[in-house]
């Protein structure tokens, strides 16, 4: 004969079903906190810097030094990151190409950023592009990676 659930073990099981909802409520808030374009985030799954973006974080920094000198500074604050990996480095025409990964925190979803240091003057013109692996939209991650990494080159300088 099949047990009858009493009130009581009705009520022993609430806490969790609690528990439950209240840290999926709050994922989805943190995620949800995180888009800044609506329209963009959820359709998009890559972002690049272009020297006619809207948000100036997002535009190619100049950096003073040498390509080769630009890609040690990356290659030693990616070593210091959590979540970012070098993938491969090499010399090209006038400058370096620096492939990155980035994993997210909470889906473990890996973006794929390309950096491309070239000489301009005395200096070096950084331009990158982050992609997502997967995915239509990124929900903003994208621009993000690309802000982080311009936000060090700028910080370092």
Same mark, same amino acid.
């Given at each position: 004969?099949?047990?009858?659930? +009493?009130?009581?073990? $009705?009520?022993?099981?609430?806490?969790?079903?609690?528990?439950?909802?209240?840290?999926?409520?709050?994922?989805?808030?943190?995620?949800?906190?995180?888009?800044?374009?609506?329209?963009?985030?959820?359709?998009?799954? !890559?972002?690049?810097?272009?020297?006619?973006?809207?948000?100036?974080?997002?535009?190619?920094?100049?950096?003073?030094?040498?390509? +080769?000198?630009?890609? $040690?500074?990356?290659?030693?604050?990616?070593?210091?990151?959590?979540?970012?990996?070098?993938?491969?480095?090499?010399?090209?025409?006038?400058?370096?190409?620096?492939?990155?990964?980035?994993?997210?925190?909470?889906?473990?979803?890996?973006?794929?950023?390309?950096?491309?240091?070239?000489?301009?003057?005395?200096?070096?013109?950084?331009?990158? !592009?982050? !992609?997502?692996?997967?995915?239509?939209?990124?929900?903003?991650?994208?621009?993000?990676?690309?802000?982080?990494?311009?936000?060090?080159?700028?910080?370092?300088?």
């Amino acid at each position: 004969m099949g047990r009858l659930e +009493t009130s009581e073990n $009705k009520r022993s099981k609430r806490p969790a079903i609690y528990i439950s909802v209240t840290i999926t409520a709050v994922i989805m808030l943190s995620v949800f906190s995180k888009i800044d374009n609506w329209k963009r985030d959820l359709t998009t799954n !890559q972002a690049r810097l272009s020297i006619d973006a809207a948000d100036e974080q997002l535009r190619p920094p100049l950096v003073k030094g040498t390509p +080769t000198e630009v890609a $040690k500074q990356i290659v030693s604050w990616v070593d210091q990151q959590g979540r970012w990996t070098i993938v491969s480095q090499q010399q090209i025409e006038n400058g370096v190409e620096i492939k990155l990964t980035r994993t997210t925190s909470i889906m473990r979803f890996i973006d794929d950023i390309d950096v491309v240091l070239r000489t301009e003057g005395d200096s070096t013109r950084v331009q990158a !592009q982050s !992609q997502s692996r997967i995915g239509k939209g990124d929900l903003g991650q994208n621009p993000r990676n690309l802000k982080e990494l311009v936000g060090h080159l700028m910080q370092a300088a």
